[in-house]
C-alpha cells in the first residue's frame, strides 16, 4: 500500500503548521579601508577606522617597502594622512609651511640640517629623502644627512630611478617637502637658486642645490678641513677645554667621513693634539691612557695600510680606534679632572672682563665715622657704591667745583690743611736737609 494512501477509519496526517521565524538574518558589514602607503602602513585607531601614516627608510631602490629597521607604527600624529577632506587639507598645509626663522647664509648649516631632518622623520615625509647609495646600490642613504656623498648629477640620476614609482602618498610627501624646504630659506638663497630649480625637481634634488648655493662640495674645500684640523691647539679654547676642542674636531671629521675622504692618519694627527692638553705639569693621569692609546693606534695604522676602505673600517671599529672612541677617551678623563678641579689649565683661566683682586681692598676696609644713625638704628653697614666714589674722588686729589688746588689732609710737619710738607710755609729758608726729614 502507498504509505501515503490514508488507512480508511484513520484520520488523515495534518502537516505542521509554518510559523514565521523571529530570527533576522545578521547585517553584513562592510569595512572599506583606504589605499596601503608603500612607504607606511594602516593603523586601525579604533575598530573599523583604519587611517594611513607614512615614513620611514626604504628597504632598496626597488621602493616596495620599509627596511627591516624602519619602525612598524607611527611614532607622531603627523604621519597619519587622513581621509576626509577639510582634516587632510590642514595637515597638508601644517606640512608644507616653513620655519619662521629663515635659513640665511652664514648661519650653521648642521643646526639647519637637524632642523629640517626632524622635521620630515615627525611628518612621515622622510622616506623621500633617501637614495640609492652612490657607493653601494645595495644601499639606501639619506640625502638630507649625507648630502657630501653626492653631486648634483649623482643625485638626479638616483632620484630618476625612484620618482616614477612613487605612489600617491610619496607624490603629495614630496611636493610638501619642497614647499617647506623652500619656504625656510632667506631670500638671498632663494634668489641665487631658484633658476637653477627644475620642475621635475624632486625634494631630494633641491636639498643639493640648496647646499650647492651655500657651501661648495670641491676637493679643495675637503683640503681645507683637514687643515683646520692639523691647525687646531687646545690653547685656543678657555681653559684648555677638552670636550669643546673635541666637538670642533669630531665636527670636521664627520663632514669628511660623510663624504668618503676621512683617512685614519687624521686620527693620529686628532690624538696628538689632544695629548697637548692638560698645561706642562700635573697631567700624567690624563696623558698616560692616551700614549698606551697612541701606541695601539700606530700599530692599527700599519695593519689597515693595505686593505680595502670597508675593512680598514671595519678594523678600526672593531679595535675601538676611530676619531669618535679617541675623542670620547679624551672627554672622559677631561671631565674626570675637571669635576676633582686637578684641571690645572682651568685653575688659572683670568676673567679680563672682573676688576684685579686687590682692586678697592682699602676701601672696602672703611666704615662711615662717626656712625651714621638712621632713626634708633646704628648704621654700620658697608660702604655704598655712592661713598666708595667719593673716597675715590677725595684721594686722588680732584679739582672741586670751585676749581681749587688746595692738597687734601694735613701737613706732616706743621699739621694744617691745604698744603703738604714739601710746601709747608714753615719751612721756607731752612736747609734742604732739615726740610726733607
Known amino acids: 500500500m502507498d504509505p501515503s494512501t490514508p488507512v480508511v477509519g484513520t484520520p488523515a496526517a495534518v502537516p505542521a503548521a509554518q510559523t514565521p521565524s523571529t530570527t533576522q538574518p545578521a547585517a553584513l558589514v562592510v569595512v572599506i579601508k583606504p589605499t596601503k602607503p608603500i612607504m607606511g602602513d594602516l593603523a586601525e585607531l579604533k575598530q573599523d577606522l583604519f587611517v594611513p601614516w607614512t615614513g620611514g627608510k626604504p628597504a632598496s631602490s626597488d621602493w616596495k617597502g620599509l627596511d627591516s629597521s ?12 587622513s581621509t576626509y577632506a577639510n582634516d587632510s587639507a590642514k595637515s597638508y598645509n601644517h606640512r608644507r609651511r616653513g620655519d619662521e626663522t629663515k635659513f640665511k647664509k652664514g648661519d650653521s648649516l648642521s643646526d639647519f640640517q637637524t632642523k629640517v631632518w626632524n622635521h620630515l622623520e615627525d611628518s612621515g615625509m622622510d622616506s623621500i629623502a633617501y637614495l640609492q647609495d652612490p657607493e653601494d646600490s645595495t644601499v639606501m642613504t639619506d640625502v638630507v644627512k649625507s648630502f657630501s656623498r653626492y653631486t648634483i648629477l649623482t643625485g638626479i640620476a638616483a632620484s630618476k630611478l625612484l620618482s616614477p614609482k612613487f605612489d600617491k602618498y610619496d607624490r603629495l610627501n614630496d611636493a610638501a617637502s619642497k614647499t617647506y624646504l623652500l619656504d625656510s630659506l632667506d631670500t638671498s638663497i632663494l634668489e641665487d637658486m631658484m633658476h637653477t630649480i627644475e620642475p621635475d625637481d624632486t625634494f631630494a634634488i633641491v636639498w643639493l642645490r640648496v647646499i650647492e648655493v651655500v657651501q661648495s662640495m670641491s676637493i679643495e674645500r675637503f683640503n681645507e678641513i683637514k687643515e683646520r684640523i692639523k691647525k687646531r691647539h687646545p690653547k685656543q679654547y678657555p681653559g684648555e677645554d677638552v670636550a669643546a676642542l673635541t666637538k670642533d674636531l669630531m665636527q670636521d671629521a664627520k663632514e669628511l667621513t660623510i663624504a668618503g675622504q676621512y683617512d685614519h692618519n687624521l686620527t693620529l694627527t686628532i690624538l696628538e693634539l689632544l695629548l697637548l692638553a692638560g698645561g706642562s705639569s700635573g697631567t700624567e693621569d ?17 695593519m689597515i695600510a693595505y686593505k680595502t676602505k670597508q675593512d ?7 679595535e675601538k680606534l676611530t676619531y669618535k672612541a679617541v675623542c670620547g677617551e679624551a672627554v672622559t678623563l677631561y671631565r674626570k679632572f675637571l669635576g676633582r678641579g686637578q684641571w690645572h689649565p682651568a685653575r688659572s683661566v683670568v ?3 672682573t676688576p684685579p683682586r686687590n682692586y678697592g681692598a682699602n676701601v672696602a676696609r672703611v666704615t662711615p665715622s662717626p656712625p651714621i644713625l638712621c632713626g634708633n638704628v646704628n648704621d654700620s653697614s658697608p660702604l655704598t657704591k655712592a661713598q666708595v666714589l667719593t673716597l675715590i674722588h677725595q684721594s686722588t ?3 672741586s667745583a670751585q676749581g681749587s688746588t688746595e692738597k687734601p689732609g694735613v701737613c706732616h710737619n706743621c699739621n694744617k ?3 703738604w710738607r ?3 710755609p714753615e719751612l721756607k729758608g731752612k736747609s734742604a736737609a732739615a726740610a726733607g726729614r
Open 70 to 81: 624602519a619602525r612598524t607604527e607611527f611614532e607622531s600624529p603627523n604621519q597619519l594622512r
Open 286 to 302: 690624563y696623558t698616560f691612557p692616551l700614549r698606551s692609546l697612541k701606541i695601539k693606534l700606530d700599530a692599527a695604522l700599519l
Open 312 to 318: 680598514a673600517n671595519k678594523y678600526m671599529e672593531t
Open 351 to 353: 676673567d679680563h672682563r
Open 397 to 399: 686729589g680732584t679739582r
Open 417 to 419: 690743611p691745604g698744603h
Open 422 to 424: 714739601n710746601q709747608c
